[in-house]
Nanobody, 125 residues
Framework: QVQLVESGGGLVQAGGSLRLSCTTS????????MGWFRQAPGKERELVAT????????DYADSVKGRFTFSRDKAKNTVYLQMNSLKPEDTAVYYC??????????????????WGQGTQVTVSS
């Protein structure tokens, strides 16, 4: 059974940066695509970014494109979400997730099978 643990959240002023990390354990996920989701209070969970199993392909929601960067370090079984130029509307709990199927690029929520517990990101104006 895979376990995902996020870290790196916190409080930052608008315009600032944070880097989220998600470390996996339980089984090697080097052959699985990954994703970052977020959920703000009173809103539905939103898929923010995805990365292919190879790490060569990434995709982003329009709301974060050009500001967020998704990367992975297979040797460390860790993925990262670098968040720059943060805005108050980025405030949410951020979750990492792993695809259900290996050697695929997850694109929608139903492509994912496991989520972490989340890390809070708060951006003050």
């Amino acid at each position: 059974q895979v376990q995902l643990v996020e870290s790196g959240g916190g409080l930052v002023q608008a315009g600032g940066s944070l880097r989220l990390s998600c470390t996996t354990s339980g089984r090697a996920l080097s052959n699985y695509g990954m994703g970052w989701f977020r959920q703000a209070p009173g809103k539905e969970r939103e898929l923010v970014a995805t990365i292919s199993w190879s790490g060569r392909n990434t995709d982003y929601a329009d709301s974060v494109k050009g500001r967020f960067t998704f990367s992975r370090d297979k040797a460390k079984n860790t993925v990262y979400l670098q968040m720059n130029s943060l805005k108050p509307e980025d405030t949410a709990v951020y979750y990492c997730a792993v695809a259900k199927t290996s050697f695929t690029t997850p694109r929608i929520e139903s492509d994912f099978g496991s989520w972490g517990q989340g890390t809070q990101v708060t951006v003050s104006s």
